[in-house]
């Protein structure tokens, strides 16, 4: 008898959790908007990068590429970054945590760690932000040669 009214609870609360479709979309995966703040998603602003790819050339493995991405908000309100990522944990941004006034500049800091690369080299960042597409990316991308191991 208990296991059947567990089974019973289990069901329930299943089926009553998979109704909810006005917060579904937070759970889907892939989804671009979970976890984005309301003001975020309803506040929408425009952002302009002076460049969205940099291309480091040649480094050796081992080396760290530091790159500054410059980014001005164009729009009429507020530009917040929520949230920003590097495609692996060789890549890491730096990212400003206030919100950035219309027709404010700020920086995105990107650095690249090459230890353990080698070869061709694309990585991205991805920042949650509140604009049109919520997500915006910048790109590096270059050639990690192998250290030289003799001594």
Not at 65 to 80: A, D, Q, R, Y
Not at 102 to 127: D, I, L, R, Y
Request: aromatic share 8%; net charge positive.
């Amino acid at each position: 008898m208990q296991r059947a009214i567990f089974i019973f609870m289990c069901l329930s609360g299943l089926v009553l959790t998979s109704c909810d479709n006005q917060h579904s979309i937070f759970f889907k995966k892939g989804n671009p908007y979970a976890g984005l703040p309301n003001t975020i998603l309803k506040d929408t602003t425009t952002v302009q990068f002076a460049e969205t790819e940099f291309k480091f050339g040649t480094i050796k493995e081992g080396d760290k590429v530091e790159h500054i991405f410059k980014l001005k908000n164009t729009g009429p309100k507020s530009l917040i970054i929520a949230n920003a990522w590097g495609s692996c944990g060789c890549t890491v941004p730096d990212y400003p945590k206030d919100p950035i006034a219309p027709g404010a500049e700020s920086q995105v800091k990107v650095t690249f760690n090459s230890t353990g690369k080698k070869g061709e080299q694309h990585k991205s960042v991805t920042m949650q932000m509140n604009t049109i597409r919520h997500n915006e990316e910048v790109f590096l991308s270059g050639t990690v040669t192998p250290k030289d191991d003799k001594k």
